[in-house]
């Protein structure tokens, strides 16, 4: 490739960075280039934000960075960290969800297998939380924003990886990982908001349950339709916030059943 020219090489300010993937933090053995050579031109005629920079990068995010079009350094390094998590999707859920203690308890080949995807997930976390490095190019220093690092708060606690909060929120709050991490997602990433949505359907089965029983008692000790006793129950409890299910029973046959019964006797 003859694009050199045009591009200043990255060069780690410390030593420690050398032959670093400034994407992932994993060996250097090719470089990527912001922008793609093949864009340069586009670059050079726009000038739309671009570094014009030869990046040490290992072949994994290399690959990754074929289809790449963008021209900025912070750009073609989520588009990296994108592809690599899809790619390792399944590990990175192992890792979430196990823990090394749980596999005492596995069969010898699942065990195997969820220790891969354990490493694996492990690994992956660490490549896609990398920083890059200070670097230089074209004589002038350029440092490395460090992100601040991010937190999961539970409760009051606050951990600093999702798999540490997830794995205590699950035990703590005696919750699955599996849904915990649905109602997760699905409420904002907040894992207070995911444990009190998980309770809250607890609490709704729980309920549901009672009222279909003792309704069902109720019908069956007075002689009266199941659905029509649920019904008045719902009514009745939809219509006083307060009111138990026994209360609403017991109206109901204050109010329907022992009158009735007073015409018939
Ligand atoms: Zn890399």
Same mark, same amino acid.
Request: proline share 4%; aromatic share 12%.
């Given at each position: =490739?003859?694009?050199?020219?045009?591009?200043?090489?990255?060069?780690?300010?410390?030593?420690?960075?050398?032959?670093?993937?400034?994407?992932? !933090?994993?060996?250097?053995?090719?470089?990527?280039?912001?922008?793609?050579?093949?864009?340069?031109?586009?670059?050079?005629?726009? $000038?739309?934000?671009?570094?014009?920079?030869?990046?040490?990068?290992?072949?994994?995010?290399?690959?990754?960075?074929?289809?790449?079009?963008? !021209?900025?350094?912070? &750009?073609?390094?989520?588009?990296?960290? +994108?592809?690599?998590?899809?790619?390792?999707?399944?590990?990175?859920?192992?890792?979430?969800?196990?823990?090394?203690? %749980?596999?005492?308890?596995?069969?010898?080949?699942?065990?195997?297998? #969820? &220790?891969?995807?354990?490493?694996?997930?492990?690994?992956?976390?660490?490549?896609?939380?990398?920083? !890059?490095?200070?670097? %230089?190019?074209? !004589? #002038?220093?350029?440092?490395?924003?460090?992100?601040?690092?991010?937190?999961?708060?539970?409760?009051? &606690? $606050?951990?600093?990886?999702?798999?540490?909060?997830?794995?205590?929120?699950?035990?703590?709050?005696?919750?699955?990982?599996?849904?915990?991490?649905?109602?997760?997602?699905?409420?904002?990433?907040?894992? %207070?908001?995911? #444990?009190?949505? #998980?309770?809250?359907?607890?609490?709704?089965?729980?309920?549901?349950?009672?009222?279909?029983?003792?309704?069902?008692?109720?019908?069956?000790?007075?002689?009266?339709?199941?659905?029509? /006793?649920?019904?008045?129950?719902?009514?009745?409890?939809? %219509?006083?916030?307060? =009111?138990?299910?026994?209360?609403?029973?017991?109206?109901?046959? +204050?109010? $329907? /059943?022992?009158?009735?019964?007073?015409?018939? +006797?």
């Amino acid at each position: =490739m003859t694009a050199a020219p045009h591009y200043h090489l990255l060069v780690p300010t410390y030593r420690n960075d050398f032959n670093t993937c400034f994407y992932c !933090g994993c060996i250097a053995s090719t470089h990527d280039y912001a922008p793609p050579p093949q864009y340069l031109e586009f670059y050079l005629a726009t $000038r739309e934000p671009s570094e014009f920079l030869q990046v040490p990068c290992c072949t994994e995010c290399n690959d990754h960075l074929k289809a790449c079009k963008a !021209g900025t350094l912070d &750009e073609r390094r989520r588009y990296a960290a +994108d592809k690599l998590a899809k790619k390792y999707a399944k590990a990175l859920t192992i890792y979430e969800m196990w823990t090394e203690a %749980e596999l005492a308890a596995l069969d010898f080949s699942l065990r195997h297998s #969820i &220790e891969a995807g354990l490493k694996l997930g492990a690994e992956t976390t660490e490549r896609l939380s990398y920083p !890059g490095f200070d670097f %230089e190019a074209a !004589g #002038i220093e350029h440092n490395v924003q460090h992100t601040a690092p991010r937190y999961f708060d539970v409760f009051g &606690e $606050r951990f600093s990886t999702f798999r540490e909060a997830l794995e205590f929120a699950s035990r703590a709050y005696r919750v699955p990982k599996n849904s915990l991490k649905e109602r997760f997602a699905e409420n904002d990433n907040n894992f %207070e908001l995911a #444990i009190q949505a #998980i309770h809250k359907d607890v609490a709704e089965k729980e309920f549901n349950q009672q009222l279909k029983k003792q309704c069902t008692d109720f019908a069956r000790q007075h002689k009266q339709a199941v659905i029509f /006793v649920h019904k008045q129950v719902e009514r009745y409890l939809s %219509e006083n916030d307060d =009111m138990t299910i026994s209360e609403a029973l017991q109206y109901l046959y +204050d109010t $329907r /059943v022992k009158p009735a019964n007073a015409i018939r +006797d």
